[in-house]
T-cell receptor
Framework: EAQVTQNPRYLITVTGKKLTVTCSQNMNHEYMSWYRQDPGLGLRQIYYSMNVEVTDKGDVPEGYKVSRKEKRNFPLILESPSPNQTSLYFC???????????FGPGTRLTVL | AQSVAQPEDQVNVAEGNPLTVKCTYSVSGNPYLFWYVQYPNRGLQFLLKYITGDNLVKGSYGFEAEFNKSQTSFHLKKPSALVSDSALYFCAVSPLEGGATNKLIFGTGTLLAVQP
């Protein structure tokens, strides 16, 4: 089954404790993105990747890092989480930059 | 600034009645347009998209959307609503200008509540 998976689905952590949210897709897509969803704001792009070792900032990249060492994986790294990063995070992949994006199930992060 | 507007936070409709969820956009050029649906505790599921051609596009679960270039709108419609359609609906736009950023610009979402 074609899918995007994320782990963990739920995470509660404390300020400053480094964490990684993993994302993996099995559709051989070149393009991957991370979004955060906040009430009243919709989804906003954090980072995107066009291929292995090629990443760039989206609209809200502050406080986040990403890497793309393999085509299927695109982890999101919060090196020093803060409470304003409490949000619902989605990973997405697509075969081309303007084509349909397929989303993972989401990771609900709470930073205390 | 590029933006997508969904003017209604919530739409209430009785089962069996037609539904419309509105979306307008302010994006230069001829962007690709999408609708996604989010069920509780689930990710976003793709419903339909408009790239070019016929202004009425059909998608999953009986949904369709009407593109109107002069009004820069892309309203989601369904002739007969089901209780199971109750969910959060997002309109999104993929701007073609500004490079291959793989970015979708989302509206704030409209909660559709279908009453039995």
């Amino acid at each position: 089954e074609a899918q995007v998976t994320q782990n963990p689905r739920y995470l509660i952590t404390v300020t400053g404790k480094k964490l990684t949210v993993t994302c993996s897709q099995n559709m051989n897509h070149e393009y991957m993105s991370w979004y955060r969803q906040d009430p009243g704001l919709g989804l906003r792009q954090i980072y995107y990747s066009m291929n292995v070792e090629v990443t760039d900032k989206g609209d809200v990249p502050e406080g986040y890092k990403v890497s793309r060492k393999e085509k299927r994986n695109f982890p999101l790294i919060l090196e020093s989480p803060s409470p304003n990063q409490t949000s619902l995070y989605f990973c997405a992949s697509s075969s081309s930059p303007f084509n349909t994006q397929y989303f993972g199930p989401g990771t609900r992060l709470t930073v205390l | 600034a590029q933006s997508v507007a969904q003017p209604e936070d919530q739409v209430n409709v009785a089962e069996g009645n037609p539904l419309t969820v509105k979306c307008t956009y302010s994006v230069s050029g001829n962007p690709y347009l999408f609708w996604y649906v989010q069920y509780p505790n689930r990710g976003l599921q793709f419903l339909l998209k408009y790239i070019t051609g016929d202004n009425l596009v059909k998608g999953s679960y009986g949904f369709e959307a009407e593109f109107n270039k002069s009004q820069t709108s892309f309203h989601l419609k369904k002739p007969s609503a089901l209780v199971s359609d109750s969910a959060l609906y997002f309109c999104a736009v993929s701007p073609l200008e500004g490079g291959a950023t793989n970015k979708l610009i989302f509206g704030t979402g409209t909660l559709l509540a279908v009453q039995p």
